[in-house]
């Protein structure tokens, strides 16, 4: 839910992460990589069932019996492959067989041991068969995944007029691979765009908004005489057709002008941080909010000013929702040497492994990162002053003149 608790669980972060920032791991039965760690367990194993055959030999007959011998092919059931587990279930029913003839007694007690020997090594094979089926199976479904993935989270360049670009998103349930967060860039020439928002709700309706919101966002990007309050519209309406009575999607619509501008059209969605070149570190607020795509919002579109060196946050709330076991939650403010990191997916990535150990390894909200880094100095019309402009100032942007919103000052003309 949306503000509370968001909707739709997506990717996990995995060891191997994407260059565009977006990390897709796996997740599933338990299982051992790579032959050699396989082959060593498989000898350890073997070993252990020999040992173990040979202390109850010596003993002799007691409360340990050959039926404990049964526990190394149900371990191997867990990790290794059918075939494998057969070879140790035959070699620990050949030792208990040995121990069982070797060691006298009543031949019903001998039969009692071995039957359930060999029901305890079958149901070994069974399980280790139906493990390996199942992997199969949710490897298949996971390509289909990564695919569907691959098509709704586009590669972020990294970089755009005037800027650099690192982004990550990281899911909270282990086993989703799709989600609701959006995150999407559209390089464009000369005005960059990109969209960031949260869909209310779960599972595939929450996959199939984001994907119309950002389906809709690039084509609208397409066409290079709207505006950015006109694209806003333009999701909206996409949005407004396929959601349900109660769905509806918190978003931020933002554009770079290579003058040193920053549009953004907020819809219901927490406002970027600004980290400027000179340390200042705050909001950029919006003059007004409209409420989130799908419920009839108004866009009022602010801009403010962009130096070189500012590092922007765009997020969604998952970053600031996450707690620690006490309760309290994520502080940005504590983590402002990790966003100066010179390398920004660095910086990206460091966040996020600030976040999760703040968590303790567990999210209960998806997060959705972009960070941008201004590139080249404002380039200041002839008519405008730098200092009534200045940094974090909000002005509305049309397609007309740009009149500055908060105090004083002359027009864009």
């Not at 999760?356 to 567990?362: C, F, I, P, S």
Request: neutral net charge.
């Amino acid at each position: 839910m949306v503000g509370t608790r968001t909707f739709g669980r997506r990717i996990r972060r995995s060891a191997a992460d994407s260059a565009s920032g977006i990390a897709l791991g796996a997740s599933g039965p338990a299982t051992l990589s790579g032959p050699r760690a396989k082959l060593v367990f498989t000898i350890a194993l073997l070993f252990g069932i020999t040992g173990s055959a040979v202390a109850v030999y010596v003993t002799g007959p007691g409360v340990v019996t050959a039926t404990w011998l049964a526990v190394g092919p149900l371990l191997a059931s867990l990790v290794l492959s059918p075939q494998i587990t057969v070879v140790v279930a035959g070699w620990t029913l050949a030792l208990g067989l040995g121990l069982e003839l070797g060691q006298p007694g009543p031949l019903r007690m001998v039969a009692s041991h071995l039957g359930v020997l060999v029901l305890l090594a079958a149901f070994a094979v069974a399980n280790s068969a139906l493990r390996t089926a199942a992997q199969r199976r949710l490897g298949q479904v996971r390509a289909v995944a990564r695919v569907a993935q691959s098509a709704l989270l586009r590669e972020v360049p990294a970089t755009v007029t005037t800027g650099r670009l690192a982004s990550r998103y990281v899911s909270a349930s282990a086993e989703a691979q799709v989600g609701g967060d959006l995150l999407e860039v559209v390089a464009g020439p000369g005005h960059p765009r990109w969209l960031i928002g949260d869909t209310r709700g779960k599972g595939l309706p929450a996959v199939r908004l984001a994907s119309v919101a950002m389906t809709s966002f690039r084509d609208a990007c397409a066409q290079p005489d709207l505006s950015l309050p006109e694209v806003a519209w333009i999701v909206d309406r996409s949005v407004t057709r396929a959601a349900g009575d109660e769905d509806f999607v918190t978003a931020v619509f933002a554009e770079l002008d290579p003058g040193g501008w920053l549009q953004l059209v907020t819809c219901g969605h927490p406002p970027p941080l600004r980290l400027t070149a000179g340390g200042d570190f705050g909001a950029l607020t919006p003059r007004s909010y409209a409420t989130p795509l799908g419920l009839h919002p108004e866009f009022q579109p602010s801009t403010f000013s962009v130096s070189a060196g500012d590092r922007l946050l765009f997020y969604t709330d998952g970053l600031l929702e996450a707690r620690d076991r006490a309760g309290r939650y994520f502080r940005l403010e504590d983590c402002l040497d990790t966003l100066r990191h010179p390398d920004l997916q660095a910086a990206v990535d460091g966040l996020l492994d600030r976040l999760l150990a703040h968590a303790g390894r567990k999210l209960d909200d998806d997060v959705a990162l972009l960070l941008l880094e201004a590139t080249s100095p404002p380039a200041w019309p002839e008519h405008d002053d730098p200092a009534v402009m200045a940094t974090g100032q909000s002005a509305v942007h049309r397609r007309g003149p740009l009149v500055v919103a908060a105090g004083g000052g002359r027009d864009r003309g």
